[in-house]
């Protein structure tokens, strides 16, 4: 079992940069294709970013492509997402998960997932 633990969220403006991690303890990282959801105050829970094992594959939201960056160092048990050119719909809660079996854009098949991290963007 893997525990996960979101950090560097916070308050930025417009056309500003933020970069998230995850941390996992308990389990090998490399374990896990990982993903990052956000989910924003009465909407529902939406895919980000994705990444696979070894970090070879990545797969992104089309309103974050370009924008995001999602990277992952298995020697630090740790994962990114690089944020840049923020905008307002940006805010949200990310969320860091971890996929045993496979990788992808939904969330249900991912097994273990982070206690969040608030991200909000002013104009």
């Known amino acids: 079992q893997v525990q996960l633990i979101e950090s560097g969220g916070g308050l930025v403006q417009a056309g500003g940069s933020l970069r998230l991690s995850c941390a996992a303890s308990?389990?090998?990282?490399?374990?896990?294709?990982m993903g990052w959801f956000r989910q924003a105050p009465g909407k529902e829970r939406e895919f980000v970013a994705t990444?696979?094992?070894?970090?070879?594959?990545?797969y992104y939201a089309d309103d974050v492509k370009g924008r995001f960056t999602i990277s992952r160092d298995n020697a630090k048990n740790t994962v990114y997402l690089q944020m840049d050119s923020l905008k307002p719909e940006d805010t949200a809660v990310y969320y860091c998960?971890?996929?045993?079996w496979g990788w992808g854009i939904d969330p249900e098949p991912y097994d273990y997932w982070g206690q969040g991290t608030q991200v909000t963007v002013s104009l």
């Open positions: 990444i696979g094992w070894s970090g070879g594959n990545t």
């Open positions: 998960a971890a996929d045993e």
């Open positions: 308990g389990s090998t990282l490399s374990n896990y294709a």
